[in-house]
């Protein structure tokens, strides 16, 4: 059966890998499967057909057959379990992969998300000087805890998992702050992620619909 996938029409960062279909790009070029992209743009994102698939009106989707899916860590935890390649066979490194999935959802990603919205949305209020420094220490201090826990090795627990892959994913929107700099060791960890050829063809892909120039993979 045919995976389709949804995306930006034309995505918010131009092209720089941010929008979430590269996560799930992502997840399918490590595994090995080819999918299909159905482009969708923000006025048909808010149209019945699509909340029928994403009831919040965002993408991606993922259909297969008479499955349909929405939310990357969903998306991409589905992937991972169904093709060999993004989870360990031993139950206890499975696990701990799975856990790290949802540290970079759920506790990782939500600081990060909150600066781009400060920097971004937030910049003309009368409050945001004095509120930045405050969520970019909260930042900080999840990215401390991160690099120590990562140290020296390579991947967060063993061989490249689909939790490295949602990790580094999150940390790529910290890039264009400079805060990523202050901790060498994570900065290397997204560089790794980022050299992996799977991402590579992902991103290569998500770019060509904004540059209009074909994908070099």
Known sequence: MTITITAFERSPDGGKGLARDTRVRWALEEVGQPYEVRLVSFRAMKEPAHLALHPFGQIPTYEEGDLGLFETGAIVFHIAERH???LPEDANARARAITWMFAALNTVEP???????ARILESDKPWSNERLPLVEDRVRNRLKQLSARLGDAEWLDGAFSAGDLMMVSVLLRLKSSGILNEFPNLAAYVARGEARPAYKRAFDAQAAINTGKPPTG
Do not use: R
Not at 111 to 116: A, M, V, W
């Open 84 to 86: 060999a390649g993004l």
């Open 111 to 117: 600081p990060i998300l909150e600066l781009g919205n």
